[in-house]
């Protein structure tokens, strides 16, 4: 079984740039989390799809992030313009239900300069 | 929100040694997953484990939900097991949102 694939795998941006990052997660899950980890911190969720609708987007800052799931397989995650405390690693993760173990992919490490 | 906390936040071993890693949570829980970040940034998955007791080879891990702790013990130490080791948990959902709130984990250094 395919894990959770995401790409790019690095990226470096200057700040007010735009970027955008991709997940695919385990075929068949329904449940899809981005998180972001920034550097000796654990993982912070930032939104959580079920299907393609929205469960939780509390903690996006909305302002410049914005996440979809359009036909509730694959999401992109866009922060435009970017800011330097953007810096850290984007983690996609999905699950079978809401209740369920959740698979982590290996990442998206962003650098904003 | 809910709290986790882990210690120790720092541990060096000699290889074939044994550690035992602990994860204190301040509210009941549904999902509670162990997990080991290696170094080049992997997330895997070692335990769902909300409650009980699981073994799968050198890692075991027991979770007493009633006390709000859980233990992830590694047996025989291996400089693979490097890494950092994390705690996740969530809260029952009601409807709410399922992610994972971490703990800060323990950064383990395995010497040969």
């Known amino acids: 079984e395919a894990g959770v694939a995401q790409s790019p795998r690095y990226k470096i941006i200057e700040k007010r740039q735009s970027v955008a990052f991709w997940c695919n997660p385990i075929?068949?899950?329904?449940?899809l989390y981005w998180y972001q980890q920034i550097l000796g911190q654990g993982p912070k969720l930032l939104i959580q799809?079920?299907?393609?609708?929205?469960?939780?987007d509390s903690q996006l800052p909305k302002d410049r992030f914005s996440a979809e799931r359009l036909k509730g397989v694959d999401s992109t995650l866009k922060i435009q313009p970017a800011k330097l405390e953007d810096s850290a690693v984007y983690l996609c993760?999905?699950?079978?239900?809401?209740?369920?173990?959740?698979?982590f992919g290996p990442g998206t490490r962003l650098l904003v300069l | 929100g809910i709290q986790v906390e882990q210690s120790p936040p720092d541990l060096i071993l000699q290889e074939g040694a044994n550690s035992t890693l602990r994860c204190n949570f301040s509210?009941?829980?549904?999902?509670l997953q162990w997990f080991h970040q290696n170094p080049w940034g992997q997330l895997i998955n070692l335990f769902y484990i909300p409650s009980g007791t699981k073994q799968n080879g050198r890692l075991s891990a027991t979770t007493v939900a009633t006390e709000r702790y859980s233990l992830l013990y590694i047996s025989s130490s291996q400089t693979t097991d490097s890494g950092v080791y994390f705690c996740a948990v969530k809260l029952y959902s009601g409807g709410g949102a399922d992610g994972l709130t971490f703990g800060k984990g323990t950064h383990l250094i395995i010497q040969p």
């Open positions: 799809f079920q299907n393609n609708g929205v469960v939780d």
């Open positions: 993760a999905s699950s079978s239900d809401r209740e369920g173990t959740q698979y």
């Open positions: 509210d009941s829980v549904n999902n």
């Open positions: 075929s068949g899950h329904a449940t």
